[in-house]
């Protein structure tokens, strides 16, 4: 009698147990299905454009007027934009993120370097479109005056504040895999009677290099993707830049800005959802590449010499 | 080498380090500046609009004059709907991420698959918004729409903070209650969980000031240029901060006119924002320091 209600007890609580452990692995399951329904309908709201247009007509037609008629739907401009004001941004975040990371793991004081993890926290936590206010309002007229231009919505402008937004991320990240480096390693290094500098620079940069490069590019991806500045502060004119005092609408701006007129499953819907596959496809192939880099990164380690 | 190259190498061996630590304190300096350059900055142009009257009333005179009352009540129901949504499904996956999963494909799936939807841009989500929520499920632009967008893009950040909250939870206190034949999802909930708990907070609350601050996701889901009256349900379109800044800066004739309203209302979203992110700074700076084990 006690035999059996203890087997039974025993059975319901592994049976329990069981069913806990499956129905978590099915709630943990929902983050990729997100992701699946993501590109789901996206595709779905997004191929009908290519009934009317090719592919290759939309990714590198140089014309991107949607509202004409006949219209065009060529979004060359548009990635242009999009890769330049990213460029021009990672040029300015990655020194900054970088050199941040050097000094918080590597030189700060414990206080100061509590304090400045912070201040890179607060800084990741700025509204988008407060950073797009301050370029709009602030930025744009003193660069427009300084420089003498017809205006100061520009590719400068844009890449300087979406340098402010990949910072945080730039910084972080590098901070993790510098402080991942190896005690031994610096220390070795130190034994041989190089400097502080010398080590850093010779060996613990170069022993967290997969980890900076996984930093660099989710930088990059969040600057791509970066809406709400590029929308106010890029300036919006959808032709290819001849200097980076142009105006550029990169293409997160060209959908946020179109959307609320383009008609309900027109052409121009469909074109903007279209360029949304491309954004999510430049912005998947970032983060594969950075989840590539960061996994080859953790087998490194003292276990590797 | 003789001694005297060598002494001059050694200098130049410090001086190069000096001129380098130099430029790295800079760089730091720099960051610093531009953040609080930005806030002081918005500050002295936004303080005087900031009134009880401006928190309180609702905009008047086609948005040139009055408050901002009900961007900040819209900004409140999408924040608490996004964590609403986010934090039950975020901390369950961590959970098992943390606790059960072993190493395998599934769990490599998972892994890439919450990276992949943490780095999808703001924008693309308003768009699979617009297009699931919105059109295909017929919510409309609404609370419930853009809530549930905000709390897909914020799912990551909640997961992966309640991931590393349970990780810091010491292996030898799953061990002692397994070891007194507690079953696993009892270790888990009793034990695990409680110990986790301030760290799981303190990414939720990260993930209020992310889905506060957002723009581009609800502007096709649930953000209203202007609503006459207060949301009656979760099917309303309404105002909201982020927004609002937008439409004031960007939208309209008046838009040099109406520049106090707009660092006003930049102010408010930035010290709400920040104000979130700063208790979860502060929350979790104590933590570690009363941590017992």
């Known amino acids: 009698m006690f035999q059996t209600a203890n087997t039974k007890s025993t059975l319901t609580r592994h049976l329990r147990e069981i069913i806990i452990r499956k129905l978590f692995a099915f709630f943990a399951v929902i983050s990729v299905l997100l992701l699946a329904l993501i590109v789901l309908f996206l595709f779905r709201q997004g191929i009908p454009l290519f009934e009317e247009i090719s592919v290759t007509q939309f990714l590198f037609g140089s014309a991107w007027y949607p509202t004409y008629n006949p219209p065009e739907y060529g979004i060359w401009p548009l990635i242009v934009g999009s890769l330049i004001v990213t460029v021009f941004a990672c040029l300015i975040a990655v020194p900054f993120g970088l050199l941040s990371a050097v000094y918080i793991s590597e030189i700060a004081p414990s206080r100061i370097k509590e304090i400045l993890k912070s201040v890179i926290e607060l800084l990741a936590g700025l509204p988008s479109v407060v950073l797009g206010f301050f370029g709009m309002v602030i930025v744009a007229p003193w660069m427009q005056e300084f420089f003498d231009l017809p205006t100061g919505l520009n590719i400068v402008n844009a890449s300087f504040m979406l340098a402010i937004m990949a910072i945080p991320t730039i910084s972080s990240i590098s901070e993790d895999a510098l402080y991942a480096v190896p005690r031994e390693f610096k220390e070795a290094s130190y034994a041989l009677g190089a400097t502080k500098y010398e080590t850093i620079v010779k060996v613990a940069i170069p022993a967290a290099l997969s980890g900076i490069s996984t930093a660099v590019i989710l930088g990059m991806a969040r600057a791509i993707g970066e809406t709400m500045v590029v929308l106010m502060v890029a300036g919006g004119a959808a032709a290819l830049p001849r200097s980076i005092f142009d105006s550029v609408r990169p293409m997160p701006a060209s959908i946020a800005a179109e959307m609320g007129e383009a008609p309900f499953q027109s052409g121009h819907y469909h074109a903007l959802f279209a360029t949304g596959i491309v954004l999510f496809l430049i912005t998947l192939a970032f983060n594969l590449i950075a989840d590539y880099l960061s996994n080859r990164f953790k087998e490194e380690g003292s276990g590797t010499l | ?293």
Request: charged residues 15%; contains cysteine.
């Open chain 2, 1 to 293: 080498m003789n001694p005297e190259t060598q002494a001059s190498f050694m200098k130049w061996r410090y001086f190069r380090q000096s001129v380098f630590f130099g430029i790295v304190r800079l760089a730091a300096l720099l960051i610093t500046v531009a953040l609080l350059g930005i806030i002081v900055f918005l500050f002295i142009n936004g303080f005087r609009a900031v009134t009880w009257g401006f928190l309180t009333l609702p905009p008047t005179d086609s948005m040139t004059k009055g408050g901002i009352m009900p961007a900040i009540i819209g900004t409140f129901y999408l924040t608490v709907g996004a964590i609403a949504v986010a934090m039950p499904l975020g901390v369950v996956s961590a959970i098992y991420l943390a606790e059960y999963a072993r190493q395998g494909r599934f769990i490599r799936l998972i892994r890439v698959g919450v990276n992949c939807l943490a780095g999808v841009p703001s924008v693309v989500f308003g768009l699979f918004g617009l297009g699931f929520f919105v059109v295909f499920l017929k919510f409309g632009s609404s609370i419930l729409a853009g809530s549930l967008t905000l709390g897909i893009l914020i799912l990551p950040t909640i997961i992966g903070s309640a991931e590393e909250a349970l990780k810091a939870v010491p292996q030898t206190f799953r061990e002692a209650s397994l070891a007194l034949g507690v079953s696993k999802w009892r270790t888990i909930s009793r034990i695990v969980l409680p110990s986790a708990l301030p760290g799981i907070l303190t990414g939720a609350i990260l993930g209020v000031g992310r889905a506060a601050g957002e723009t581009a996701p609800i502007m096709f889901t649930a953000a209203a240029f202007f609503t006459a009256v207060l949301p009656k349900s979760i099917f309303d379109e309404v105002m909201a901060l982020p927004y609002h800044i937008y439409v004031l800066a960007t939208a309209g004739t008046r838009i040099e006119q109406t520049r106090p309203l707009q660092y006003g209302t930049a102010l408010v979203l930035i010290a709400l924002v920040l104000g979130i992110d700063l208790i979860a700074i502060i929350i979790r700076s104590s933590v570690r320091r009363k941590k017992r084990w």
